[in-house]
């Protein structure tokens, strides 16, 4: 946990509440993306100029593990490149957990500077995919319960929808409050919203697709 901060440190500003703290440490994860670029193409460069010596050759491959070590070392300090890859077992007891975190708080919290600086779709399924499991210690679990909170309450945006399935892990009475509370409020979208994610707690063995949700708005609506 101790190398994860000190690689990733600078991270916990992106969702501070001073907007200064955030634009400095949207500075830094630009300059770790950079950082993280150059180094890619480094190795791209180091595999091309030793793709003609064979395989024999051993300093062809010391080249190539010191350019991939390089990168996995920029990668490490970057967002999103430090969650890509995820170790396979238990995600509860990944030291990069609350990194994760920290970058499904920075889309929900600051769409558009998370968008700007790390937009990736594709890690944030992954993470809320893999999130979405029982059995989360107290402090996730509150995160996590804050955080379909906030998403269910602003327009739709893409891979959204997979906090359902975090909804379900995290289901309790005091989501479900949270929920009820925003269904009650004057913002259409966000009384969709939230009334959809109430709905699939009710329905725990319902699929959650686009099909689903456009099933559940025509009957909710009279369309």
Request: a positive charge; hydrophobic letters at 40%; one cysteine or more.
């Amino acid at each position: 946990m101790r190398r994860w901060e000190e690689r990733l440190g600078w991270a916990s500003g992106l969702t501070a509440d001073d907007p200064g703290e955030r634009s400095a440490a949207a500075a830094l994860c630009a300059d770790t993306r950079r950082a993280t670029d150059r180094a890619r193409d480094r190795m791209y460069a180091t595999w091309r100029s030793t793709a003609r010596f064979g395989r024999w050759m051993p300093w062809r491959q010391r080249a190539r593990l010191r350019a991939q070590g390089a990168y996995d070392e920029a990668r490490s300090h970057s967002l999103p490149h430090a969650v890509w890859h995820r170790p396979s077992g238990d995600i509860r007891a990944w030291p990069g957990l609350p990194y994760a975190l920290l970058f499904l708080e920075w889309e929900a919290r600051y769409p558009r500077d998370w968008t700007r600086h790390a937009k990736d779709w594709g890690t944030k399924q992954g993470l809320l995919r893999g999130l979405a499991v029982a059995g989360h210690g107290e402090t996730v679990r509150s995160k996590l319960t804050d955080l379909v909170e906030v998403v269910v309450q602003r327009p739709y945006r893409c891979k959204d929808r997979e906090y359902v399935r975090v909804a379900r892990a995290v289901d309790s009475a005091d989501l479900r409050a949270r929920l009820e509370a925003v269904a009650g409020s004057d913002t259409p979208w966000a009384r969709r919203n939230a009334g959809y994610v109430l709905w699939a707690l009710e329905h725990p063995d319902a699929s959650s697709t686009v099909h689903a949700w456009r099933k559940w708005n025509a009957t909710e609506t009279g369309e």
